[in-house]
C-alpha cells in the first residue's frame, strides 16, 4: 500500500513539474519546490534515490575512519 501511494505521489507530482512550464499555475498554492520535494521522497521511497544529485536535500555522505586518523585541518 505505501509503494502504491508513493508511486500515486511521484506520477503527481512528476506532471505537475512537467505542466508547469507549459500553461499557467494550476494550483497556486503548490509551487515547484513543493512538488520536487514530493517527488523526490516518494522516488525514494520507491528505491530510486535521486538526492545524491540534489546537494540542496543535505543527504550526508559517510566520513570514512580514515579521516578521523589524519586530525583537523589548519591552515595558516
Not at 521522497?41 to 528505491?47: D, M, N, W
Amino acid at each position: 500500500m505505501k509503494k502504491a501511494l508513493a508511486l500515486f505521489f511521484a506520477v503527481l507530482s512528476g506532471l505537475y513539474l512537467l505542466v508547469m512550464g507549459i500553461t499557467p499555475d494550476p494550483l497556486p498554492f503548490i509551487d515547484e519546490a513543493t512538488a520536487l520535494l514530493v517527488l523526490v521522497q516518494s522516488l525514494a521511497v520507491l528505491g530510486v534515490d535521486i538526492r545524491r544529485f540534489l546537494p540542496f536535500f543535505g543527504k550526508k555522505v559517510p566520513k570514512s575512519k580514515e579521516d578521523d586518523k589524519k586530525g583537523p585541518v589548519v591552515d595558516v
